[in-house]
């Protein structure tokens, strides 16, 4: 079963999301985005889960993708990762993130992305580069000037 992220849960028809993996956590997200659809999916089958989200965190801090994940986007993280089941989201860090350690996902809407990439720090000033762990403005140990967050690929 595909654990789903709320993207599938707020598109997808029944017959598909029936059976499918989600987060607690995601119940209430999706009661502020549609109350409706809340209504829906808490009226089938579903596979309601939590799990300790220590290796979805270590996971993305590697790509540096940790930021701009949210609680629930780590929730589902954690689950697809424990269970081994393919992931369904259009959100481009969560599909970095399971590429990263070779974790089958799949789109949920949009095409998915084909290329892994890294976040990285670049100075403004010198241009020298180090990679991101925390979403705090930085500058660059060398020159002193701003540092901005720029995508690399790798
Ligand atoms: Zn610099």
């Given at each position: 079963?595909?654990?789903?992220?709320?993207?599938?849960?707020?598109?997808?028809?029944?017959?598909?999301?029936?059976?499918?993996?989600?987060?607690h956590?995601?119940?209430?997200?999706?009661?502020?985005?549609?109350?409706?659809?809340?209504?829906?999916?808490?009226?089938?089958?579903?596979?309601?889960?939590?799990?300790?989200?220590?290796?979805a965190?270590?996971?993305?801090?590697?790509?540096?993708?940790?930021?701009?994940?949210?609680?629930v986007?780590?929730?589902?993280?954690?689950?697809?990762?424990?269970?081994?089941?393919?992931?369904?989201?259009?959100?481009y860090?969560?599909?970095?993130?399971?590429?990263?350690?070779?974790?089958?996902?799949?789109?949920?809407?949009?095409?998915?992305?084909?290329?892994?990439?890294?976040w990285?720090?670049?100075?403004?000033?010198?241009?020298?580069t180090?990679?991101?762990?925390?979403?705090?403005?930085?500058?660059?140990?060398?020159?002193?000037?701003?540092?901005?967050?720029?995508?690399?690929?790798?």
């Amino acid at each position: 079963m595909p654990v789903l992220d709320t993207a599938a849960l707020l598109h997808w028809p029944v017959d598909r999301m029936q059976g499918g993996i989600v987060a607690h956590s995601q119940l209430e997200e999706l009661r502020n985005l549609s109350p409706q659809r809340a209504m829906l999916v808490e009226s089938i089958e579903m596979e309601w889960m939590s799990m300790s989200t220590g290796d979805a965190e270590n996971a993305a801090a590697k790509t540096g993708d940790l930021p701009r994940l949210s609680p629930v986007d780590l929730d589902i993280l954690a689950i697809a990762l424990a269970t081994g089941q393919t992931l369904f989201t259009d959100d481009y860090s969560l599909q970095n993130v399971c590429r990263s350690v070779n974790h089958p996902f799949e789109a949920v809407s949009n095409k998915r992305s084909e290329q892994q990439w890294s976040w990285e720090l670049k100075c403004i000033g010198c241009r020298a580069t180090k990679k991101v762990d925390s979403q705090k403005e930085q500058e660059c140990d060398i020159c002193g000037s701003p540092m901005k967050i720029k995508r690399s690929r790798r």
